[in-house]
């Protein structure tokens, strides 16, 4: 018998603790830490515990990782002791345990909570009689109201009728003749109109806003007096507007928004929901074929189907939640990617009218070898495409056994119930500073319900407890680096963050970072597809390269280059390497090869800085302004240097300046 290690644990009910546990040096890294750890928990279920705590410090990295990795989530943050003054992570798991009251359901693979969130509303919209009558084969208008009810069949939105419609048409119908449009109107659920003493609330400041002229003159149509029920029936309900294609309610679109909050709108909005889609890109691999990533076209329905119904995706959902058929290019966005001919990854989500809210579907033939970097180009196009100004909250649904796609998604920042084939995330899709922290902070708190704190903290550590509150109502603390993964691509420029700057060539960086408006008509390199991309330098630059520091990267002038700082990203880590001992894994998410290293420097061990959340200036910061800032000297932009806290500020707002 030989003594392996301990755990030291105090008991008391309904709650335990781990004050103490040790493995020998000789033992480490075979699970005895888990072992010890798993036997506690299912001895505490055994005997009703409801809880188990851990105290450990913030700076102690490794072993944070470790309870992470045992679903140990951070209560709270308390003070340390006075000697060290370090500050103590309260880390909590809650055992699976019958109670009476509900566990809070916070997990240290779930901190936001996200699966608590209420699927996206779709709204619902009135239709006013001329839309309906739109339907007609010869109309002008007939193609947009098509492409609206695609759109509704793709659950953009939900459509409706008022008792208005059915006494319009009684109106008009010519006695003696069955009107089959009073028949299809049936089909809709109809919402009454307001009752006589609300109407003539309403009334009396719609017919001004929306018929001014024939307000004023008192002569206003039976027509015109429809309309505006309409209008009424839309507030009244609280329903998301109405859709017309008459133009004095459309010119009074704004005025009825700022005062009632509801959308007017006609079924052309439908079309021009987001921006075209991308002819295609196609994207090198590490065996000689390469991958193509296209929009979906009729013509290509066919392939969709049978991918598919090769992973099991049931014949009902084909058509609605897929656009696998007659999905309409206008109502929803379809992306594949092609490996010599056969397409082995698909992901449609449809164009709300909302950018808040995104639900896609994603299936990937995962028997391929190329099921992983299909994956990646999936969900890279997704995350990007879904990325503005302004938070948006992203549904994944896929087949079942998609290993790849949870595998991907989790790196992306999705996370998710286990068992369940879908996953979510937020996407905030930019730097966040002190000038725009509190409108980032209403962003997440209206598209997500998350709550981050009033004040932008200052920085202390890259594995710093933010405080924020879940959709779900519950307090969690999650660490700076974890919430940039969750919220990616964000980057929290915190006051007092490490920041440095970094040459790169424009012959790199054109691959490397993609910020060049005008897409190649080569390839683009391997490193595309990978979140975590790896720039490598000298090895006397491994110093500057801490974890979670913020890298600047600056394009020289050299080659045609722009002479400017053009991207930001976050440092996950950096380490030495032998020139001679590189590996697929090191140079794939790079943009070099062998041949390719000694473009950088004499010195045969290289510094693979591995970096992620890249986000592009939208005006990239001139070498002019960086001379002016203090940190623009040809020494200086020769290679990896650090800067202070006022010129990171100073850079990063004039680099996402608008106008």
């Known amino acids: 018998m030989t003594y392996a290690g301990h755990l030291l644990f105090d008991a008391r009910h309904p709650k335990a603790h781990v004050l103490q546990m040790y493995v020998a040096p000789v033992f480490r890294k075979q699970g005895i830490a888990s072992f010890l750890l798993n036997s506690l928990k299912d001895h505490l279920t055994e005997h009703a515990f409801i809880s188990l705590y851990a105290r450990v410090a913030e700076d102690l990295v490794e072993a944070n990782d470790f309870w992470h990795r045992q679903n140990f989530y951070v209560q709270r943050v308390a003070p340390g002791g006075v000697t060290k003054k370090r500050t103590i992570l309260v880390r909590s798991h809650e055992l699976d345990t019958p109670q009476l009251i509900a566990p809070s359901g916070l997990t240290a693979a779930n901190p936001l909570g996200l699966e608590s969130v209420v699927s996206p509303e779709i709204p619902l919209f009135l239709l006013d009689l001329n839309v309906l009558f739109d339907l007609g084969p010869r109309r002008r208008r007939n193609e947009d109201v098509l492409e609206l009810f695609r759109a509704e069949r793709?659950?953009?939105?939900?459509?409706?009728?008022?008792?208005?419609?059915?006494?319009?048409?009684?109106?008009?119908?010519?006695?003696?003749?069955?009107?089959?449009?009073?028949?299809?109107?049936?089909?809709?659920?109809?919402?009454?109109?307001?009752?006589?003493?609300?109407?003539?609330?309403l009334a009396v400041n719609l017919a001004p806003t929306v018929f001014l002229d024939r307000f004023r003159a008192n002569s206003l149509t039976k027509n015109d007096i429809s309309d505006l029920r309409h209008l009424a029936t839309a507030i009244h309900h609280k329903l998301a507007g109405l859709i017309t294609n008459d133009r004095s309610i459309l010119d009074a679109a704004v005025a009825l928004k700022d005062r009632y909050g509801i959308e007017v709108i006609s079924p052309a909005a439908f079309q021009d929901l987001t921006s075209p889609g991308i002819a295609g890109e196609v994207f090198e691999t590490t065996s000689s074929d390469t991958l193509s990533l296209t929009t979906i076209t009729g013509t290509d329905e066919p392939a969709v189907y049978r991918l598919l119904s090769k992973l099991d995706v049931h014949a009902s959902s084909l058509a609605s939640d897929w656009a696998a058929v007659d999905a309409g290019e206008r109502v929803c966005v379809r992306r594949g990617v092609w490996s010599e001919g056969n397409l082995v990854g698909y992901v449609t989500w449809p164009k709300g009218l909302s950018k808040s809210s995104i639900t896609a579907h994603i299936a990937v033939d995962e028997s391929g070898p190329n099921a992983l970097n299909a994956t990646r180009a999936l969900l890279s196009e997704l995350v990007e495409q879904s990325?503005?100004?302004?938070?948006?909250?992203i549904r994944l649904e896929f087949p079942r056994h998609q290993s790849r796609v949870r595998e991907v998604a989790a790196a992306l920042g999705f996370t998710g119930i286990p068992g369940q084939s879908s996953l979510s995330k937020l996407t905030l899709g930019r730097l966040i500073t002190d000038e725009n922290w509190s409108e980032c902070r209403s962003s997440l708190l209206s598209v997500g319900r998350l709550k981050l704190p009033d004040a932008?903290?200052?920085?202390?550590?890259?594995?710093?407890?933010?405080?924020?509150?879940?959709?779900?109502?519950n307090l969690v603390h999650v660490s700076l680096m974890t919430l940039e993964t969750l919220l990616a691509p964000a980057l929290f420029c915190l006051p007092g963050r490490p920041a440095l700057i970094t040459p790169v060539r424009?012959?790199?960086?054109?691959?490397?970072?993609?910020?060049?408006?005008?897409?190649?008509?080569?390839?683009?390199?391997?490193?595309?597809?990978?979140?975590?991309k790896h720039y490598l330098s000298d090895k006397r630059t491994l110093k500057h390269f801490n974890r979670g520091a913020?890298?600047?990267?600056?394009?020289?002038?050299?080659?045609?280059?722009?002479?400017?700082?053009?991207?930001?990203?976050?440092?996950?880590?950096?380490?030495?390497?032998?020139?001679?001992?590189?590996e697929d894994a090191d140079l794939d998410p790079s943009v070099l090869d062998t041949a390719g290293l000694e473009a950088i420097g004499r010195s045969k061990i290289k510094t693979v800085t591995v970096f992620d959340n890249l986000i592009r200036f939208s005006r990239p910061v001139p070498l002019e302004t960086l001379r002016a800032l203090g940190c623009g000297?040809?020494?200086?932009?020769?290679?990896?240097?650090?800067?202070?806290?006022?010129?990171?500020?100073?850079?990063?707002?004039?680099g996402f300046a608008h106008g």
């Open 550 to 582: 913020l890298v600047l990267f600056y394009e020289s002038g050299k080659d045609r280059g722009l002479s400017a700082i053009v991207a930001i990203a976050r440092v996950q880590h950096a380490y030495l390497k032998s020139q001679d001992a590189m």
């Open 506 to 532: 424009r012959g790199f960086a054109e691959h490397l970072l993609t910020h060049l408006p005008q897409r190649s008509l080569l390839p683009l390199a391997r490193a595309a597809l990978y979140r975590e």
């Open 456 to 473: 932008l903290p200052l920085f202390s550590n890259v594995d710093q407890q933010i405080k924020l509150f879940r959709p779900d109502g």
């Open 387 to 393: 990325s503005g100004v302004d938070a948006t909250q």
């Open 633 to 654: 000297s040809a020494t200086n932009l020769v290679t990896t240097h650090q800067i202070n806290d006022s010129q990171l500020q100073e850079i990063v707002s004039r």
């Open 154 to 201: 793709m659950r953009s939105c939900r459509l409706a009728l008022s008792t208005e419609i059915s006494a319009e048409l009684s109106r008009t119908a010519t006695v003696g003749r069955t009107d089959p449009m009073q028949v299809y109107a049936r089909i809709f659920p109809t919402f009454p109109c307001p009752s006589a003493e609300d109407w003539d609330t």
